[in-house]
């Protein structure tokens, strides 16, 4: 991609960026890492309790972006082929016909996700893994690009089913939508932010420009040293001995892939340590299993967050 090529995309990123402020307010690191998720082609995953904005930022991308969007709710009676689709005999063709579903879209917005069985659940994990959904034997190819946002309540348990490891692991990063500072809260009550603002925002970008930032980030310079220092650091969360289970091969690429985006955001073509140090927890916290021996009175989310701070710190940063 040329120099004048790459420029543009930067500032059609940075045009939507801006736009989905207005949406979400006091939330700027958060709307920054979901950004990330989507140009280092990546799906997310947005942690927090009801009513803080989780399905408004879901529904905020899909209407940034000019493609085709579809949500679904999920619930534990919920069927894979509720997600996938169904083959329907036609009497007319005097054939199987398949009838897609929701998860033939640009954006998925998979709302509260742990509602549903793993068996439901499983029936995402070829779409994010391939791009494509296997039924009755044929395969059929996803729209490009294809983001799943998923959205789930950590705090609920009733009526839930965890999201295994090998779910989580196909999530790029996880997110948490906390309680906004006390100044956004009256922002979003005097301008009427959320469903009012939602409703008047434009698409900024289509599937043609995000796929042309999605490779314009893989154009992104990598120095040898940083590599090192990113495999150091997936290194030792499979060494410690706070952790049972350590980062992916998955992981590691996507840690990569992540932080490329960020640079691109950033407005750089190459990667510094400081591109890929504040994404070690949204990208590795939810792949990690925190030894059940060191655990405390702390959240599982909050004792994974700590081990990795203190994996990073250890890490010598390269020069």
Known sequence: MSAHAASAASSR??????????VIRGKDDVLRLALVSIFARGHLLIEGV??????TLGQAIAR?????????????DMLPSDVLGISIYSAIE???EFKRGPVFANVLLADEINRTTPKTQSALLEAMNEGQV?????SYPLPQPFLVIATQNPIEHHGTYPLPESQLDRFLMRVRMGYP??????????????????EKLRPVLNAADVLEIQHAVTQIHVDESLITYALAIVAKTRESEYLSLGVSPRGSLMFYRAAQAK???????????EDFKPLAVPVFAHRVVVNP???????????????LKDIVESVPVPV
């Open 263 to 273: 640079a691109f955001l950033d407005g750089r073509d190459y990667c510094t340590p």
């Open 64 to 76: 940034a972006l000019d493609c085709s969007f579809q949500r679904v709710q999920f619930t534990s």
């Open 94 to 96: 005097q054939k199987f």
């Open 134 to 138: 296997t039924v009755d034997a044929f």
């Open 50 to 55: 009801p009513g803080v904005g989780k399905t």
């Open 181 to 198: 500072e006390p100044g956004a809260e009256r922002e979003i009550l005097r301008d009427e932010a959320g469903v009012a603002q939602l």
């Open 13 to 22: 990123a940075a045009q939507l960026e801006k736009s989905l402020r207005t």
């Open 293 to 307: 021996h060191y655990a405390s009175t702390l959240r599982k989310s909050e004792q994974s967050d700590q081990v």
